[in-house]
């Protein structure tokens, strides 16, 4: 079993980051093993900023969004004398092992460290669940919700003004986070970059729509499938209809994590610790049908995740 392992959460944070790291810590205090925390992602691990953590270090973190260890960009940690003086820093503290949280930026970097011979174990955390492998990633429940909530608050004033509003949620290359929000909100549209949407055919059935009595629609827009702004100009233009955009932004990221993101998290933290410790790596933990699921390292960073056709299908019969 190893002595001494680490800890880091990098790329964008999201909501249940905590939760998964209070379970590394946690797990591995309970089996008598050394635990280091890593601030601020790559760039601590080449600044060496490390603290050893306790079971005390990760009280009062299970509810809180974010994550306690902070994240950040290094574009250091790309070159190989980056990597080279983070893999020197782990080794002079002891380390033996890291578990890496967040997204497929953040695993394709320990798949990096991997081959210098360091352990790695990541647990995806992204609120895009774009990590090929999974069905879950760790804060994008919490997101949805918050998605949800949004369009629940901007019906009642598109209703009140019979407006269309134009929601624009985050997703560059996934449209996972508007596809569910968009059909657990009652949306009538919903842009995602995996599908391509005909606007006139859009414009014109909105039109019809509001001609037969609608008081409201509600377009979730996927950042990655055109800009809100833009699109909401092109279809105040075509439909003479009023027309408002609501870009949701980081507010995403943030809140406290659902029971789901907390339990889930939870799950896979103590998965990580126990496999690492037990001399496991180059692999990461998921979900797949309801349980937690290995997947090697490298077919998670190298793959690329598809939204589900079901999803697409249902939001099309839904409308």
């Known amino acids: 079993?190893?002595?001494?392992?680490?800890?880091?959460?990098?790329?964008?944070?999201?909501?249940?980051?905590?939760?998964?790291?209070?379970?590394?810590?946690?797990?591995?205090?309970?089996?008598?093993?050394?635990?280091?925390?890593?601030?601020?992602?790559?760039?601590?691990?080449?600044?060496?900023?490390?603290?050893?953590?306790?079971g005390r270090s990760v009280?009062?973190?299970?509810?809180?969004?974010?994550?306690?260890?902070?994240?950040?960009?290094?574009?250091?940690?790309?070159?190989?004398?980056?990597?080279?003086?983070?893999?020197?820093?782990?080794?002079?503290?002891?380390?033996?092992?890291?578990?890496?949280?967040?997204?497929?930026?953040?695993?394709t970097g320990g798949a990096l460290l991997e081959k210098m011979g360091m352990p790695i174990v990541g647990l995806p955390g992204t609120i895009d669940n774009d990590v090929w492998g999974t069905d879950y990633t760790i804060g994008a429940d919490t997101a949805a919700n918050t998605i949800v909530d949004a369009i629940n608050k901007l019906r009642d004033t598109a209703s009140a003004h019979r407006r269309i509003i134009l929601i624009e949620v985050m997703g560059r290359k996934s449209g996972w986070l508007a596809m569910t929000a968009g059909i657990a909100g009652g949306a009538e549209y919903i842009l995602v970059p995996e599908v391509k949407m005909d606007l006139d055919d859009m414009c014109c059935e909105l039109r019809e729509s509001y001609e037969r009595g609608k008081r409201y629609s509600i377009i979730v827009v996927a950042e990655g499938a055109g800009s809100a702004a833009g699109i909401g100009k092109i279809v105040a233009a075509r439909t003479g209809i009023e027309t408002r955009v609501s870009v949701l932004g980081h507010i995403q990221r943030g809140g406290s994590p659902t029971v789901e993101d907390r339990m889930k998290a939870s799950m896979l933290g103590e998965k990580a610790a126990l496999a690492l410790m037990n001399g496991v790596s180059n692999v990461v933990f998921g979900f797949d049908a309801g349980k937690v699921v290995e997947i090697n390292l490298a077919d998670a960073v190298h793959n690329q995740k598809t939204l589900d056709p079901e999803l697409v299908r249902l939001a099309r019969v839904l409308v």
């Open 59 to 107: 009280s009062d973190l299970i509810q809180r969004g974010g994550t306690f260890l902070g994240t950040a960009r290094s574009e250091e940690f790309k070159t190989e004398a980056g990597r080279k003086t983070a893999l020197k820093n782990l080794k002079t503290h002891g380390i033996e092992g890291v578990v890496i949280i967040g997204g497929d930026g953040s695993l």
């Open 1 to 54: 079993m190893l002595k001494s392992i680490s800890l880091l959460t990098s790329g964008g944070d999201s909501p249940g980051m905590n939760a998964a790291a209070r379970a590394v810590v946690r797990t591995a205090v309970y089996e008598g093993v050394k635990v280091w925390g890593i601030n601020n992602g790559y760039k601590g691990m080449i600044e060496d900023d490390m603290r050893e953590l306790n």
